[in-house]
């Protein structure tokens, strides 16, 4: 059903013009240190310490410009990672945004990024964000492309206090305080405003009207008690809605593009999850995790000629873990997690057989096909991860994991090791090599319209490189290379005899250089360059050619500043720059069976055309002051200061009357001011 998002998505693209100026917003810190992966592992400490505070490194990224606080936002421009706008999500070094997995709080997540923009956690409660872009450590695992790694903070033991947070995008509040000695909770909601901005039957432009005006809402809520220092529950509660719907007629674009799109569109989703935890803090370095996890997650789309999909999605997960210092050179991690995924849904659509790296999906339309059914996987995993300080400056990770899904039988054991040389005070050196799968792709593996016998998706990290730190300055040289295989190609209806739709045959890979040079905070300012050079590839096994990903993206520059003007004034900056994406150009028009009136595109080699180049300026200001006696901080923001005109694709909009056509360019949003304050009670 990803094509049937995608058609509907675009639809809906007026709504999504905030999420581009968040989502693309590219300028952060490097967020995982030289050692960062081996160092989250070690154990810090004995008693139980309330995390009440972000960290270092998320702390930068919630001070990246025009990003209204959000970090999840600002991982655009960490090195190898590119916003693609069509899946409207994080491609990292190469891989498909669908290869990632986004944990919270150390299991797994609804969507993080919302369909309509912005992220569903509340920056203010946020304590560590972390990207491990390759070869992660052994407790992780569900991905071969990228892990994002968030973790909430703890309540404040603290008064009851609040901060409300009023903006062009969404209003919000959070509650905090101490319930008792031992025990302290925070809730926090926040609402968006574009429901007030357009209203129903809103014209919003030729042939789009507005039925049900975009709102998005998101809520958190954690309890916790700390009876004793030795131990802690934590009882949290997230979620969020999201939902919008307009009308296409004949006039519009998309439904000159393709009248199957003529209609209503609208869609509706929402997640909830529920996760208690319990922590046991021993001597020794010992600590014990015990988490259970609840989690729901709803979809309900329809567009076009009374076509739509429904599709709920419920998780249930517990997980153990058990850390322990044995001597001074040697530290272990262990753990397992089971769970069971159990998906009901329902839809009456046409089916479009397609991937990433197929450039017509037209080709691969399928008949209309109904269907109401439901299937279960059951899931299980282990992992053993050790930590050897060989001397006083090396330092040897290495572990083990063991992945099993039952659905499609995949299993798999995968070794995993990094190692961390501190060469003198100021000269590190660090490697890491592992081997990763995920499981399919849902829509790929359901009964009628997929193929339960599918491979799971599997990849091969490396990575090496060197720090150097001199005078406030951190340089970092960082080089990688993935291999992929067992990748989804769709097969064209008209050959698939056998109905089986994919086939997991396509292979490829991805290479790089990563460079950073951070300055510290002094003299008033700081911030951050990075340079990176890559290339990415997949191999058709058919014709046996490697043709560039779509996502290919050679060359990318991002800047930061960060300078304080005064004590009451902050001003930030973020340049962008980075090669187009690859895309396959149309060279012409040809009859669509379907509709004889209308067109479809002729497309020529498979990416064998570069979108031009993208670079855009936004800039920040902020000053500290107070509104009703309380302390309150003012934000004006613009995104795209010098408006520039970048191009996301082509498509071709027929002119049905005269049986003609024009190739239209996409354009990203332009020029897109933000305004807001945040005040603290």
């Keep these: 059903m990803k094509h049937t998002k995608l058609i509907l998505f675009s639809s809906l693209a007026f709504y999504c013009q905030p999420a581009v100026t968040l989502a693309q917003t590219e300028s952060t810190q490097q967020a995982n240190a030289d050692n960062s992966q081996v160092e989250r592992l070690i154990i810090q400490g004995q008693r139980n310490m309330p995390q009440t505070e972000v960290d270092e490194d998320t702390q930068k990224l919630l001070n990246v410009a025009a990003v209204m606080g959000d970090p999840i936002q600002a991982v655009y421009t960490l090195p190898g990672v590119i916003y693609d706008s069509t899946e409207s999500a994080p491609a990292v070094r190469g891989s498909s945004p669908f290869d990632n997995h986004f944990m919270l709080d150390g299991q797994r997540s609804g969507p993080v990024l919302n369909n309509l923009y912005g992220s569903a956690i509340n920056p203010e409660l946020l304590a560590q964000f972390s990207l491990y872009p390759a070869a992660f450590a052994a407790p992780f695992g569900h991905a071969t492309g990228a892990v994002f790694d968030l973790r909430l903070r703890d309540p404040k033991a603290q008064p009851l206090s609040a901060v409300v947070d009023l903006n062009m995008l969404r209003t919000s509040v959070l509650a905090e305080g101490a319930l008792t000695e031992n025990q302290a909770f925070y809730a926090a909601y926040r609402l968006s405003t574009l429901q007030h901005f357009v209203a129903k039957d809103d014209e919003l432009e030729d042939g789009v009207t507005v039925t049900k005006p975009p709102q998005l809402s998101d809520y ?227 009964p009628k319209v997929g193929n339960r016998q599918l491979d799971s998706p599997k990849a091969d990290h490396y990575a090496t490189g060197g720090s150097y730190q001199f005078d406030g300055w951190r340089l970092k040289l960082e080089l990688y290379y993935k291999k992929l295989w067992h990748l989804a190609r769709a097969l064209a209806p008209a050959q698939d005899s056998s109905g089986q739709h994919y086939a997991s045959d396509v292979s490829g890979s991805a290479r790089g250089v990563e460079l950073m040079l951070e300055k510290q905070l002094t003299d008033n300012w700081s911030g951050w360059v990075s340079l990176s050079y890559s290339q990415s590839e997949r191999k058709d096994p058919v014709t046996a050619v490697s043709t560039e990903y779509r996502l290919d993206t050679p060359l990318v520059v991002n800047a930061v500043l960060n300078y304080k003007l005064n004590p009451h004034w902050t001003m930030g900056a973020v340049f962008t720059g980075r090669s187009g994406n690859r895309y396959s150009p149309i060279i012409g028009a040809r009859p669509n069976p379907h509709h004889p009136d209308y067109l479809l595109p002729v497309y020529g080699e498979l990416n064998s055309e570069r979108l031009p180049f993208y670079h855009r300026l936004d800039v920040e200001f902020k000053r500290s002051s107070q509104l009703f006696g309380r302390p309150a901080e003012y934000t004006l923001a613009v995104r795209n200061l010098y408006n520039r005109e970048n191009i996301s694709g082509y498509y071709l909009l027929n002119t049905p009357d005269s049986q003609s056509y024009r190739i239209d360019k996409e354009e990203d949003l332009g020029i897109f001011p933000y305004a807001g304050v945040k005040i603290w009670f």
């Design 220 to 446: 958190q809520l954690r309890y916790q008690w700390r009876p004793g220092q030795r131990h802690k529950f934590t009882l949290t509660s997230l979620g969020v809605a999201e939902k919008a719907g307009i009308n296409l007629s004949a006039a519009s674009d998309a439904g000159r593009i393709d009248p199957e799109n003529i209609g209503d569109a609208a869609f509706n989703t929402n997640w909830h999850s529920q996760q208690l935890r319990y922590q046991f803090f021993g001597n020794h370095g010992q600590q014990l995790n015990l988490a259970a996890l609840n989690l729901q997650q709803n979809e309900k789309a329809s567009f076009g000629d009374a076509q739509f999909y429904q599709l709920k999605q419920h998780y249930r997960e517990i997980q153990i873990s058990w850390q322990q210092r044995l001597n001074a050179a040697l530290s272990l991690h262990a753990g397992a997690e089971a769970g069971e995924l159990d998906v009901s849904y329902e839809y009456d659509l046409i089916p479009y057989y397609c991937t990433d790296h197929q450039q017509d999906c037209q080709a691969n339309r399928g008949e209309r096909e109904q269907d109401n059914d439901g299937l279960t996987q059951r899931y299980h995993s282990a992992f053993i991860d050790s930590i050897w300080q060989l001397g006083s400056n090396v330092r040897w990770q290495l572990g083990l994991r063991y992945d099993k899904e039952r659905y499609t039988n995949a299993a798999m054991l995968a070794p995993r090791t990094q190692l961390h040389w501190q060469l003198s005070d100021t000269l590190a050196w660090f490697a890491s090599a592992g081997r990763h799968q995920k499981t399919p792709d849902l829509e790929q593996i359901l």
